[in-house]
Structure formats: C-alpha cells, structure tokens
Nanobody
Framework: QVRLVESGGDLVQAGRSLRLSCAASGITYNIKDMAWFRQAPGKQREFVARIYTRENTDYADSVKGRFTVSRDGAGNVAYLQMNSLKPEDTAVYYC?????????WGQGTQVTVSS
C-alpha cells in the first residue's frame, strides 16, 4: 500500500526558513514526479512545486526564488526548502506523487508563518 508521510511543518517568524520532507513507501511502479501543494484556510488547494528529475522542476510564481524542491538519491523522498517565508505562506502543505497509473497524497503538515 502506497503511503506518503510529510514532516517538518512548524510555526516560524516571517523571513525564516523551513524544510519539509515527504517519504514515500509501498511504491511498486516508477515514480513519474513528486510535488507539493498547499491549502490555506478558506482557500482551494494550490500547486507549489513539482520535481520530475533533479534538473526538471516547476514552481508557482508566488514561491519562485524562495522555495526549492528536491529529491533524494533513491527518489523516494522529496524535500521542500522554504526560505524567506511570508505570512501568506501559512497553509497545510501536502505531498503529491504520481506514477503512470495513479496519484497519491499525504496527510499534510501545517506551516504557520507569523508576522
């Protein structure tokens, strides 16, 4: 059974950094890509960043230059390095994984940025 477990969420002051992790287990097919989404209270879930390979990444305009997505050597752990955090980055952050056959979500980790 596929399982995604996020960690690293916390309460931080604006301007500080956080690193989120997403560990995938139970994957039996090749991972197509891994991504991060977020959902703030009262808002729809939105795309944050996606990584296909180390050289092929994609970011939402709102986080470009501040966030960096990466994966470990084995490819089963994704990271989201978040620098220069802003109060508007406050949200539950969700990990997303796609294979050629299915899509999976983690349970989310809370990031709160105080001003």
């Amino acid at each position: 059974q596929v399982r995604l477990v996020e960690s690293g969420g916390d309460l931080v002051q604006a301007g500080r950094s956080l690193r989120l992790s997403c560990a995938a287990s139970g994957i039996t097919y090749n991972i197509k890509d891994m991504a991060w989404f977020r959902q703030a209270p009262g808002k729809q879930r939105e795309f944050v960043a996606r990584i296909y390979t180390r050289e092929n990444t994609d970011y939402a305009d709102s986080v470009k230059g501040r966030f960096t997505v990466s994966r470990d050597g084995a490819g089963n752990v994704a990271y989201l390095q978040m620098n220069s955090l802003k109060p508007e980055d406050t949200a539950v952050y969700y990990c997303n994984l796609r294979t050629n056959y299915a899509e999976y979500w983690g349970q989310g980790t809370q990031v709160t940025v105080s001003s």
